[in-house]
């Protein structure tokens, strides 16, 4: 005869699998995985891996935020802002009455699921080809309005999420100004100090300290997390056993006494593959190896952020190993290591991504962050861009405007720009690119796709320069310009 159970414990026994841990900023085993960009598809041409709708990676517990990558245009048209998901959801996808700002509603459903599972799901803001930028403090705070008000805890007719709310902004400034950003993220922090969840303010500085353009916005208010970007940078990953590179020492130090939030979390930022960055990539176990010896050493420590979730899935679950390795699980082999010789710091870490507006997507770019441009149809055969090629150069991008002596990679191909341009395909009849010949037969000397910073703004009298600086034939066509606050 089998023993019954009173009925109270039997209801308790059915909830437990549903109980579900919440997101914990002060562990020290958290994984950050960038979502938007579809790195992967940057640089092969097997559709199959490419990025996946966003609840495709949470079907485990590998993963604990992913930051939406990227909102990279601030005021665009009716003075909203534009963002760009790459294969998943662009302007191609529609966009609310009036503005470029897309309506990817049909991604509520993965955001709350996502966030169902214990997981936060933040917007991430800038790339390296973001233009995000202000001219004045007012001008900021109003920008930190709208984004609470389209994507966080306020309300609007135009969320692009519909209905869902997500947890926080992160901020990946890698160019133009960093003025007036405190005055953005206090602003936000206001909105939050009265709502009924938490929301997390996170950044993506480079290794090299201090940022050149983030270093400002961390040194002057309080981040709950800071995803440094070992990588591309003389003190990247391979780097880790010589002292003179390797530099989490001085981002402990930064955490504990020059930061506003003495508790910040320093996470060790790194690519999910080798195609992911130019430089930098070291294999999961050596990465496992890297983050328990630097938690041993170093109470800031909180975890680990890679870039990308296309590239991680794809290859061999590196998520996977990695979260694996944060818990000390499985053994791990000495860490194999290079000695870089250079000192000069490279800001092509996370490029952004805009969407040209027309038909079929092809993506391009490499590190952290893919650009989504659109051409005719894809590669018919898979390319990997290797370091010391284009693979250090940012895709085109079709609202960005670039300045004389600019490059940049389109259709496999390296272009450097004659003068000012906007939203002029690289190749086409405005004549605004020079060809510089096919990526794998090329070398690019430079460590970043601008010659000059990302700007906030274009002067007015950008465009009417550019058009007398060119032939008569490369103006007779319409165009976008003087988009207010991008560029």
Not at 75 to 100: A, E, R, Y
Not at 125 to 150: C, M, R
Not at 359 to 376: I, R
Not at 462 to 485: F, L, N
Request: glycine share 10%.
């Amino acid at each position: 005869m089998r023993a019954r159970l009173p009925c109270g414990l039997v209801f308790v026994l059915s909830l437990a699998p549903m109980l579900v841990a919440a997101f914990d900023m002060s562990r020290n085993d958290n994984l950050a995985v960038y979502w938007g960009q579809n790195s992967y598809g940057a640089t092969h041409s097997d559709t199959a891996n490419w990025q996946q709708t966003l609840s495709f990676y949470c079907q485990d517990n590998s993963i604990d935020t992913f930051p939406l990558a990227f909102l990279d245009v601030a005021f665009d048209t009716g003075g909203l802002p534009s963002f760009d998901l790459s294969n998943i959801c662009s302007v191609n996808s529609g966009v609310f009455s009036g503005t470029d700002l897309p309506n990817c509603s049909f991604l509520a459903s993965d955001i709350t699921t996502c966030q169902s599972k214990g997981k936060i799901v933040t917007l991430s803001i800038g790339g390296a080809t973001g233009a995000v930028g202000f001219t004045s403090d007012a001008q900021a705070q109003a920008f930190g309005d709208t984004i609470w008000n389209l994507f966080l805890g306020g309300s609007s007719s135009t969320r692009p999420f519909g209905s869902a709310v997500l947890d926080g902004i992160d901020l990946d400034i890698e160019g133009g100004s960093s003025a007036h950003f405190p005055a953005f993220v206090n602003q936000i922090r206001s909105h939050a100090s009265g709502a009924s969840k938490k929301y997390y303010v996170t950044g993506a500085p480079q290794c090299p300290y201090p940022d050149a353009y983030m270093g400002s916005i961390i040194n002057a208010v309080g981040f709950d997390a800071v995803y440094v970007q070992f990588y591309n940078n003389y003190c990247g990953l391979t780097g880790f056993s010589n002292p003179n590179d390797w530099n989490f020492a001085q981002w402990d130090t930064w955490a504990k006494t020059v930061s506003p939030n003495p508790n910040v979390k320093v996470y060790i930022g790194a690519p999910a593959s080798s195609t992911a960055a130019g430089s930098g990539y070291v294999s999961a176990s050596q990465l496992s190896s890297i983050a328990q010896q630097t938690r041993s050493q170093y109470s800031s420590f909180g975890g680990v952020m890679l870039w990308d979730a296309s590239q991680a899935y794809a290859n061999g679950r590196f998520d996977a190993a990695v979260k694996s390795g944060l818990a000390g699980g499985g053994s791990v082999p000495p860490v194999s290591t290079t000695t870089s010789t250079s000192k000069s710091s490279s800001s092509t870490s996370k490029s952004s991504s805009s969407t040209s507006k027309s038909t079929t997507t092809t993506t391009s770019s490499t590190s952290k962050g893919s650009s989504t441009s659109k051409t005719t149809s894809a590669p018919a055969t898979t390319t990997t861009v290797s370091s010391g090629s284009c693979g250090v150069v940012a895709a085109w991008v079709s609202n960005v405007a670039y300045v004389a002596g600019d490059q940049v990679t389109y259709s496999g191909h390296l272009w450097t720009a004659k003068w000012w341009s906007e939203a002029d395909v690289p190749g086409g009849s405005a004549g605004d690119w020079t060809d510089d010949g096919l990526c794998a037969a090329v070398n690019v000397n430079k460590t970043n796709y601008r010659t000059t910073p990302v700007h906030a703004q274009i002067p007015a009298s950008a465009s009417a320069a550019a058009a007398a600086a060119r032939p008569a034939a490369a103006t007779a066509k319409s165009r976008v310009v003087g988009r207010a606050g991008g560029i």
